[in-house]
T-cell receptor, first 114, second 116 residues
């Protein structure tokens, strides 16, 4: 089945230690998103890629970076995680098509910062 | 800026009953999309239903239907014949129709509990 896959599902890191979260998709969608969702809150968009074009939200901290080496994969890098970065990180994809642009979410990676 | 408001932090319903979750939004755009997403505890967020603003007909997906009132900027979700598996956080979301990669703007969510 076509899907959005996130690895790992749970990630524990130490304060200040860089961490990378990954997302892959078999939907062949050209847009990929990263959202941060803190406990009992709505997801908040960090950035997205439209094909190879990177689009950062204005209030996304510099600590967060992303890479998209090909259509299928997208990575979220947190350069120096702080305690406040503990959250669920959701990857989503969509196909650029005015009639069909619905975002489909992966299962998320829960990040714990010690 | 667009905003989405879900005024019910928590709702409860008994199995087989019907429940309606409220959502209102604010926008100056004429074309946009509205969504309801379901997020079970510790599980994946999945799309429940979507509505295009240019369509007057309310969207329906099996037991799920919406009441879309464009003039009132209201987009409520009705769940009929509720099941235990419907228990989840439900998010109402808005997306403008201006460009690719437009962020979904989420409401704060409504936690739905279903009792037997």
């Amino acid at each position: 089945d076509a899907m959005v896959i996130q690895n790992p599902r749970y990630q524990v890191t130490q304060f200040g230690k860089p961490v990378t979260l990954s997302c892959s998709q078999t939907l062949n969608h050209n847009v990929m998103y990263w959202y941060q969702q803190k406990s009992s809150q709505a997801p908040k968009l960090l950035f997205h890629y439209y094909d190879k074009d990177f689009n950062n939200e204005a209030d996304t901290p510099d600590n967060f970076q992303s890479r998209r080496p090909n259509t299928s994969f997208c990575f979220l890098d947190i350069r120096s995680p702080g305690l406040g970065d503990a959250a669920m990180y959701l990857c989503a994809t969509s196909l650029r098509d005015r009639q069909q642009e619905t975002q489909y979410f992966g299962p998320g990676t829960r990040l714990l910062v010690l | 800026a667009q905003t989405v408001t879900q005024s019910q932090p928590e709702m409860s319903v008994q199995e087989a009953e019907t429940v309606t979750l409220s959502c209102t939004y604010d926008t100056s755009e004429s074309d946009y999309y509205l969504f309801w997403y379901k997020q079970p505890p510790s599980r994946q967020m999945i799309l429940v239903i979507r509505q295009e603003a240019y369509k007057q007909q309310n969207a329906t997906e099996n037991r799920f239907s919406v009441n879309f009132q464009k003039a009132a900027k209201s987009f409520s979700l009705k769940i009929s014949d509720s099941q235990l598996g419907d228990a989840a956080m439900y998010f109402c979301a808005y997306r403008g129709d201006n460009q690719a990669g437009t962020a979904l703007i989420f409401g704060k969510g409504t936690t739905l509990s279903v009792s037997s």
